[in-house]
């Protein structure tokens, strides 16, 4: 489960942007991105929790980019996905190459009392650090906001049929751009 939650995460994000219409090809470069940037911070700071915190907000600076090309510039969605993937494949080689060989502070784990004690099942589901429980918490919240808001069904018309939610007083360019920055704060998660 430790293993997938930074896919998990990155999934989750492109998810709301894939839902609000745009094609971002650029995730794994925010991925990356966030990762290195996450990983200096905390090994800087001694904080595991500073570090996700500075990962967000990194990916979300290299989303920000693509969405303001995208959105404002009107460029191709899939050359400034890829341009963006590349561009975080150097960027990060470049600011990870001092922390080779540095061990990360880690977030400690959480064992649920009882659970996490159960034979076989406990410590494989009950006995991880709180980022893989908030991921899964994270897969719900996005469910009931896409499936039960508003905001959500504005997002989902957006991704449908931007004309018609442009029709409607929608402001379609910034529902998108919201999107891109969350799942731009997920991947770098």
């Not at 492109?14 to 650029?26: D, F, I, Q, Y």
């Not at 997002?155 to 920055?181: F, M, N, P, W």
């Amino acid at each position: 489960m430790v293993s997938a939650t930074p896919i998990l995460l990155a999934a989750i994000g492109e998810l709301v942007v894939e839902k609000s219409g745009v094609l971002n090809l650029g995730v794994e470069g925010m991925m990356i991105t966030g990762a290195v940037v996450a990983f200096a911070v905390a090994v800087n700071s001694g904080s595991p929790i500073l570090g996700f915190a500075a990962g967000a907000v990194a990916a979300s600076a290299l989303s920000l980019c693509f969405g303001l090309l995208t959105q404002y510039l009107l460029s191709n969605q899939v050359a400034t996905g890829l341009g963006l993937t590349l561009l975080g494949l150097g960027l990060s080689s470049l600011i990870g190459k001092p922390y080779e060989g540095v061990k990360a502070p880690t977030l400690p784990k959480l064992d649920i009392p009882v659970l996490s004690d159960l034979p076989i099942f406990g410590r494989m589901l009950f006995s991880h650090d709180i980022m893989v429980y908030l991921s899964l918490a994270l897969i719900a919240a996005v469910w009931a906001f896409l499936k039960y808001t508003r905001a959500g069904l504005i997002l989902r018309a957006v991704g449908e049929s931007h004309d018609s939610a442009h029709a409607l007083g929608y402001k379609v360019v910034i529902v998108r751009l919201l999107a891109i920055l969350f799942g731009g704060a997920c991947a770098g998660l």
